[in-house]
């Protein structure tokens, strides 16, 4: 939208939903929504940060053992939700249900399988039922 009293002026309606980009608290804790492969991969390796960060905590406080403990229990809670939260995600993208997660608990097969598909697979193309396509 436009000022009228001045036409140069810049917009300054919000972005629309469809152009918005995700904020990253969305990617990191939200279960809804679509995330590519970029995406999938960086939440992966973003979940590793609070466990290593709880690790160097836990060493500095090593004579705190229950204060280390809590601290590495929060951090494991974190990377568990981060990496969580990313699979769904990425599952949605590629049109099907969050409950896809638990292909990777099969033995053998399932993490491949995952691996695979979650990991290499490009996501559906255009707008699916979790929202529109990222890419």
Not at 3 to 8: F, G, K, L, T, V
Not at 38 to 43: N, V
């Amino acid at each position: 939208m436009t000022d009228p009293i001045n036409p140069y002026a810049a917009p300054t309606a919000d972005w629309p939903e469809a152009v918005r980009r995700p904020r990253w608290r969305d990617i990191l804790f939200s279960l809804e929504g679509r995330v590519p492969r970029r995406l999938y991969w960086a939440t992966r390796a973003l979940s590793i940060v609070p466990l290593v960060i709880a690790g160097i905590l836990a060493v500095l406080l090593g004579e705190h053992r229950g204060i280390a403990t809590l601290v590495l229990l929060l951090a494991w809670i974190a990377c568990f939700w981060i990496a969580l939260a990313g699979s769904v995600k990425r599952w949605h993208d590629l049109d099907k249900s969050g409950w896809w997660i638990f292909i990777a608990l099969v033995p053998v097969i399932g993490g491949l399988w995952e691996l695979i598909e979650a990991g290499c697979t490009r996501g559906t193309e255009g707008p699916n039922r979790y929202g529109r396509d990222r890419t």
